[in-house]
């Protein structure tokens, strides 16, 4: 069964996105609503009240002027003029009992309200209340304001362009709504979709990568967004597990190799003895010879553990300080011999004193393979000349230069990798182990070690170290 179809619709991020998008779109487009809603509602009131109270104030002058009686006459002929259904008038006496009014046969179920009658006696100059009847389509606006000290004018107003208002808005709003929710859902999805199709392509890579083909890649896009960085952080943490594996498999495969080659012969010698082996002498020799190949296999493996724990730092290495110039002079002076045996001959060009700070111990096995090599690698009559100087006062550079075998320009690419020996050099002894530790120590002190050399001519190894090395945590 595919991830996609494991994965149910309602967990996935395109479908949380878009329920996100499409709620936020949808609670802000409501807002906006409301706010327009209140906005025009507000408005409309505030228009059907102005022209009440431009009533009140046309009927107050027309008191003034003209009388109660024309004030009753002039209520009944713009109610007429406005429409019976629209507008009504009531004339009241303080105790609030009507003795005029418009034809209010429309509005006979609205009473009289006591406690606005109230507020205008206590001073207020008009009161307003919104009142809705049954049987009624329309909410009605009522003002009470006082004409004069003794009459009390009641005029009312259906809300008709507010009702008219509202039912056009509550079209307008679900017909929109809709819409709008249908398009910012599907929006939303087409960009949730966008967003994480990066992603679902890192997510492939990565099954078939686990199905076996690590030479796979993530597709990157020039878009340069986060998820182009995520595909190219993940291509080049595939980069990095590739090499790691053809490495570790490289490493494997020496191993296994290295290691058949003495368990073999440890067996071949068991062998023969067993099957000819008659006297003592026969045995011993088999156990002599026994011991010699584990520790061959032994010096392997420690050699191993060594450069791991140097490259990875388990080990802390000892931070004293070493007159260098001595330790590189003993190193030649137990190597002279050797030299000596094979007729190559070994100098030694060291100042007096050149301190530096680092691990006495494995400087000085850094030192043995490199003068080892260069002895081992120099045939007879050749030489090995061993120098110190120092670099600006930062660095100690010791120089180790033979005029052995040399090494061709592919080979010094790789003489440093583990188990790495030229074939050349294959009839040395050797496990191939050397150089890799020599570098690991090196490195472990901040410093590096570089190889030049032309076949047939020799090689020169230098080996640069810090004179006071940076502690690593
Ligand atoms: P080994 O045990 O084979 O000497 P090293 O790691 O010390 O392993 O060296 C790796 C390979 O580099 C050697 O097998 C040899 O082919 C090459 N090499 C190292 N030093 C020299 C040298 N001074 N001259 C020529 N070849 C060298």
């Given at each position: 069964m595919s991830l996609r179809k494991r994965i149910n619709l309602r967990y996935t991020l395109a479908f949380r996105l878009t329920l996100w998008y499409a709620g936020v779109f949808t609670v802000s487009s409501c807002v906006a609503f409301l706010l327009f809603y209140i906005l025009i509602t507000s408005f409309i009131r505030e228009r059907t009240d102005q022209e009440l109270l431009s009533q009140v104030n046309r009927f107050s002058t027309l008191l003034v002027t003209e009388g109660v009686e024309a004030v009753k006459n002039d209520a009944v002929i713009e109610a007429q003029a406005a429409g019976i259904k629209k507008v009504f008038f009531r004339l009241l006496s303080l105790n609030g009992q009507v003795f005029s009014?418009?034809?209010?046969?429309?509005?006979?179920?609205?009473?009289?309200?006591?406690?606005?009658?109230?507020?205008?006696?206590?001073?207020?100059?008009?009161?307003?209340?919104?009142?809705?009847?049954?049987?009624?389509?329309?909410?009605?606006?009522?003002?009470?304001?006082?004409?004069?000290?003794?009459?009390?004018?009641?005029?009312?107003?259906?809300?008709?362009?507010?009702?008219?208002?509202?039912?056009?808005?509550?079209?307008?709003?679900?017909?929109?709504?809709?819409?709008?929710?249908?398009?910012?859902?599907?929006?939303?999805?087409?960009?949730?979709?966008?967003?994480?199709?990066?992603?679902?392509?890192?997510?492939?890579?990565?099954?078939?990568?686990?199905?076996?083909?690590?030479?796979?890649?993530?597709?990157?896009?020039?878009?340069?967004?986060?998820?182009?960085?995520?595909?190219?952080?993940?291509?080049?943490?595939?980069?990095?597990?590739?090499?790691?594996?053809?490495?570790?498999?490289?490493?494997?495969?020496?191993?296994?190799?290295?290691?058949?080659?003495?368990?073999?012969?440890?067996?071949?010698?068991?062998?023969?003895?067993?099957?000819?082996?008659?006297?003592?002498?026969?045995?011993?020799?088999?156990?002599?010879?026994?011991?010699?190949?584990?520790?061959?296999?032994?010096?392997?493996?420690?050699?191993?553990?060594?450069?791991?724990?140097?490259?990875?730092?388990?080990?802390?290495?000892?931070?004293?300080?070493?007159?260098?110039?001595?330790?590189?002079?003993?190193?030649?002076?137990?190597?002279?011999?050797?030299?000596?045996?094979?007729r190559v001959d070994l100098s030694c060009d060291v100042p007096n004193k050149s301190y530096l700070v680092g691990d006495n111990r494995m400087i000085q096995r850094m030192l043995s393979n490199l003068l080892d090599n260069a002895i081992k690698y120099t045939p007879v009559g050749g030489t090995v000349s061993v120098s110190l100087s120092e670099n600006d006062e930062r660095d100690a550079v010791i120089t180790i230069e033979d005029t052995g075998i040399g090494i061709s320009p592919s080979d010094l690419t790789r003489i440093f990798d583990r188990f790495y020996r030229c074939d050349q050099s294959r009839s040395k002894p050797g496990i191939g182990l050397g150089l890799s530790l020599a570098r690991a120590i090196a490195r472990a002190h901040g410093g590096e070690i570089t190889a030049t050399s032309t076949p047939n001519q020799g090689s020169t190894f230098t080996a640069t170290l810090p004179k006071s090395f940076p502690s690593r945590s």
């Open positions: 009014s418009s034809n209010i046969s429309y509005w006979k179920d609205i009473e009289i309200n006591e406690m606005a009658i109230k507020e205008l006696l206590q001073g207020s100059s008009h009161v307003f209340e919104t009142i809705t009847i049954s049987d009624h389509k329309d909410e009605v606006r009522i003002l009470y304001a006082l004409l004069s000290p003794s009459i009390i004018l009641q005029v009312g107003q259906a809300m008709e362009s507010y009702s008219r208002f509202l039912d056009a808005f509550k079209g307008i709003f679900i017909t929109t709504m809709t819409f709008l929710i249908i398009l910012a859902a599907g929006v939303g999805w087409f960009m949730a979709r966008r967003a994480v199709s990066g992603v679902e392509a890192i997510t492939q890579t990565a099954q078939s990568i686990s199905g076996g083909t690590l030479g796979k890649r993530v597709p990157v896009k020039t878009r340069g967004d986060e998820i182009d960085q995520l595909a190219m952080t993940f291509n080049q943490m595939l980069d990095r597990i590739q090499t790691l594996v053809i490495e570790i498999k490289e490493i494997s495969d020496n191993i296994a190799h290295d290691l058949k080659s003495p368990i073999t012969r440890i067996r071949g010698i068991a062998e023969v003895t067993l099957t000819n082996g008659k006297s003592m002498g026969e045995y011993e020799s088999m156990a002599a010879s026994t011991i010699e190949e584990c520790d061959r296999l032994l010096d392997m493996i420690n050699t191993m553990l060594m450069i791991s724990k140097t490259e990875s730092g388990v080990d802390k290495l000892s931070r004293e300080e070493i007159d260098l110039a001595g330790l590189v002079r003993e190193a030649c002076e137990l190597f002279e011999p050797i030299a000596e045996d094979k």
